[in-house]
T-cell receptor, first 111, second 113 residues
Framework: NAGVTQTPKFRVLKTGQSMTLLCAQDMNHEYMYWYRQDPGMGLRLIHYSVGEGTTAKGEVPDGYNVSRLKKQNFLLGLESAAPSQTSVYFC??????????FGPGTRLTVL | AQSVTQPDIHITVSEGASLELRCNYSYGATPYLFWYVQSPGQGLQLLLKYFSGDTLVQGIKGFEAEFKRSQSSFNLRKPSVHWSDAAEYFC???????????FGQGTELSVKP
């Protein structure tokens, strides 16, 4: 039982490049979330999903897209990376409105 | 609008001393409340949560928190801090729909010998 895993752990991009972050959970949770963490700002919700095939915008969705083709996976895409997207990205999953379980994070730097 | 405020950005306590981390929220309905801890370079781990019932909730690692509706607060306490408690602590309120959480800015705890 691995919980929530994230791939990759670190990544450096140049401005304008694209990439996809993968989140996988093995707890059969319906709900999944993508957050970004920036110093002094806590965690802010980017997008979330309440089930396979559904996604919704969170607090800071601009510049990101997501897909939930399989229940266990939640992908976060950056189509054209900008320096403002330098951050630590966390994925989480939950069963309904209960406790969210977090992955270890992905540290992204955009030059 | 819903919000969570953690007034203290950084707190330093001596090992063995008591600890209280403050959290205030703004939310129209009865909130779901959480405290998470993040060790350096790690993800977040749940310490405790309040959904309903007894307003004093016990969590892991000897932590507890008290929900006070009249003060819109959910402060985290520990009677005796250990060096391993040094970490960043986040308070969060659950919005219900979609299971979304709003996090406070976090409080970094340092523990001195």
């Amino acid at each position: 039982n691995a919980g929530v895993t994230q791939t990759p752990k670190f990544r450096v991009l140049k401005t304008g490049q694209s990439m996809t972050l993968l989140c996988a959970q093995d707890m059969n949770h319906e709900y999944m979330y993508w957050y970004r963490q920036d110093p002094g700002m806590g965690l802010r919700l980017i997008h979330y999903s309440v089930g396979e095939g559904t996604t919704a915008k969170g607090e800071v969705p601009d510049g990101y897209n997501v897909s939930r083709l399989k229940k266990q996976n939640f992908l976060l895409g950056l189509e054209s990376a900008a320096p403002s997207q330098t951050s630590v990205y966390f994925c989480a999953s939950s069963y309904s409105t209960d406790t969210q379980y977090f992955g270890p994070g992905t540290r992204l730097t955009v030059l | 609008a819903q919000s969570v405020t953690q007034p203290d950005i950084h707190i330093t306590v001596s090992e063995g001393a008591s600890l209280e981390l403050r959290c205030n929220y703004s939310y129209g309905a009865t909130p779901y409340l959480f405290w998470y801890v993040q060790s350096p370079g790690q993800g977040l781990q749940l310490l405790l949560k309040y959904f309903s019932g007894d307003t004093l909730v016990q969590g892991i690692k000897g932590f507890e928190a008290e929900f006070k509706r009249s003060q819109s607060s959910f402060n985290l306490r520990k009677p005796s801090v250990h060096w391993s408690d040094a970490a960043e602590y986040f308070c969060a309120v659950g919005l219900g729909q979609g299971g979304k959480l709003i996090f406070g800015q976090g409080t970094e705890l340092s523990v001195k010998p």
